[in-house]
């Protein structure tokens, strides 16, 4: 569970990104963070991640107060959250595979067990077959998938996505969408900043708006624009074992389906 | 950090220096310019110290024997210089020898030592002092030998020879240290901007859950790895150099003060000044630089 209470946050510059902030994200669920340039979408990211630390209030993961983690402790932290960028953070230098696979080689995994989840996660996000290419050979939707198989590869408790759908087509911000989706089925935590109306409306989640440091809106099933509170539903809970085996039989099922009607 | 994590850093390292040649290579080259320029001088140090304690060498001290001493007390006299630490070598002379130098040097004028007694000469041993600044404590030392009439000692010539050699020790030293300072600088500046162009990939593997050490581990081991390389490329440049020159100039055989160092000793010597230094400063210059791209 991630909990904000009464986070506030200003910048050196004297600039105040939140105005204590306070909400709960339940395990399993998943949010939109939705609001204008400026209303501290990426400022809430950043306290996640410890990238910044709030001047007032708490930011709780799993009731352990992050906010005052000690430095040394912060890389451990950000092995549980899976991170998607807009701008896809892929490292140039390393393949398809390897951009997966070492986010496995950071957390020490035995290199047999890099070789036996690597494919299945990629097989999940449907480019299994473009395991040696880099990531300037591929598509803007690829390489945004790649990031996603990146942040799932480790079975993180949390999916943060910072405007994943920001450098995509619709056709492609589709289709992440879709991925992310299908990962908090299995019971993932999925956090998505954006200000993507069109994914947003589709979706009918739960939607956080900030304006201007403050939460103007939290409604839990609903699109981008202002729309009437729906009860929530129980969000799944994550099991166990990594569902990725099953992902990838479901994600082969679709692509070998997507053939049939094409 | 495990095992593992630590061998998936260490295989990092080497992947990363094929997967940047560029930089490796520059940063390979700047070094080792860098240190042929240290190796050159170490080189250039070190037959100067070698010259230079050389030529102190060649002063001579003179001791001179009783007039008419006997054959034990010249024997005495000759023993105590054998036994004597400060002593390189010495050349003995019987008056009958003096007596010829003394014809020779007079050359045509020679007639006038004609039925000259050489017993009237004495006994002479020409001195080389290993270190021309223990002069006058040699001299000290022999005066007290029975048998020593005199010994004559140029100290002029010897405290100009100190003189020379401390300035020789001096200079190689202040021009080691500033050497050194400004490779350091050059280096660690390639280094810099080796790790500043991979900037971008080191905050990703801040995002994803590398802890400082796991980034730093393969930028110490790609700095030792190329401070090494450039340090052996460096010393195979200068071995070549050196050999050549020994061959090209045909200097004096290596007794002789003015023949420099055979190419054994030099290169052993900046074989090692090299690894050393280019270790240290491309492992220490990776950290240093990667500490100010580890804050994310």
């Known amino acids: 569970m991630i909990e904000f209470r009464g986070v506030g946050m200003t910048y050196p510059s004297g600039i105040e990104a939140l105005k204590e902030i306070g909400f709960v994200v339940d395990p399993g669920e998943f949010l939109f963070v939705i609001g204008r340039s400026g209303s501290g979408k990426s400022t809430l990211v950043k306290l996640l991640t410890c990238e910044e630390r709030p001047n007032r209030g708490n930011v709780l993961i799993d009731g352990y107060d992050i906010s005052r983690i ?3 402790y ?9 991170m998607i960028f807009q701008d896809f953070r892929l490292i140039e230098t390393k393949s398809v595979y390897e951009n997966v696979a070492f986010a496995m080689e950071i957390v020490g995994a035995p290199g047999k067990l890099i070789r036996r989840r690597v494919p299945i996660v990629l097989s999940t996000v449907g480019l299994k077959d473009k395991s040696d290419m ?7 939707g690829e390489q945004q998938r790649v990031a996603i198989a990146r942040a799932m590869v480790n079975n993180p408790m949390l999916i943060l996505a910072d405007e994943p759908t920001g450098n995509l087509d619709p056709g492609n911000s589709e289709s992440i969408m879709a991925l992310l989706d299908s990962i908090n089925q299995r019971g993932t935590t999925v956090i998505v900043c954006t200000h993507d109306s069109s994914v947003v409306d589709k979706m009918r989640r739960r939607v956080i708006e900030l304006e201007a440091g403050r939460i103007v809106r939290d409604d839990r099933r609903s699109g981008y624009g202002t729309a009437p509170e729906l009860p929530g539903e129980t969000p799944a809970e994550q099991p166990e074992e990594p569902p990725f085996e099953e992902m990838a039989e479901e994600a082969e099922r679709r692509a070998a389906q997507e053939k049939v009607d094409a | 950090m495990k095992p593992t994590t630590f061998r998936h ?3 990092e390292s080497g992947r990363n220096l094929v997967r940047h040649p560029v930089i490796t290579l520059a940063s390979m080259t700047t070094i080792a310019l860098m240190l042929l320029l240290v190796g050159v001088f170490v080189a250039f140090t070190m037959n100067a110290l070698t010259i230079a304690q050389k030529a102190g060498q060649q002063a001579p001290v003179q001791v001179w024997s009783d007039y008419a001493a006997s054959d034990a007390t010249v024997a005495g006299v000759e023993t105590a210089l054998q036994k ?3 002593v390189l070598s010495y050349v003995k002379k019987s008056p009958a020898q003096n007596l010829e130098d003394f014809r020779k040097q007079l050359g045509g004028r020679s007639g006038v030592l004609d039925g000259f007694d050489e017993s009237l000469l004495s006994w002479s041993f020409t001195v080389h002092l290993k270190d021309p600044a223990e002069g006058q404590a040699f001299v000290d030392r022999i ?3 029975p048998g020593v009439r005199k010994v004559d000692l140029s100290l002029p010539v010897m405290d100009f020879l100190e003189s020379l050699m401390r300035w020789v020790y001096a200079g190689s030293a202040v021009g080691i240290a500033m050497l050194g300072v400004v490779a350091l600088f050059i280096i660690s500046n390639m280094v810099r901007v080796a790790v500043y162009s991979r900037a971008e990939e080191i905050s990703i593997m ?3 859950g590398a802890t400082n050490l796991y980034i730093r581990v393969p930028f110490i081991v790609e700095g030792a790895v190329v401070g090494a390389f450039g340090a052996i490329t460096a010393w195979g440049i200068l071995y070549g150099a050196y050999s050549s020159l020994l061959e090209s100039l045909a200097l004096p055989a290596t007794s002789t003060f003015l023949a420099l160092l055979p190419l054994s000793s030099v290169s052993l010597a900046v074989l090692a000044v090299d690894l050393v230094f280019g270790l240290l400063v491309g492992s220490i210059g990776s950290v240093l630089s990667v500490r100010r791209h580890v804050r994310v």
């Open chain 1, 70 to 72: 000690e430095r040394r």
């Open chain 1, 74 to 82: 912060v890389p451990y932290l950000r092995r549980n959250i899976g």
């Open chain 1, 134 to 140: 880099r990531p300037s050979e591929l598509s803007g």
């Open chain 2, 9 to 11: 850093a260490l295989r």
């Open chain 2, 84 to 86: 004597d630490a400060g």
């Open chain 2, 143 to 145: 005066s007290g030998v």
């Open chain 2, 206 to 208: 801040k995002y994803v």
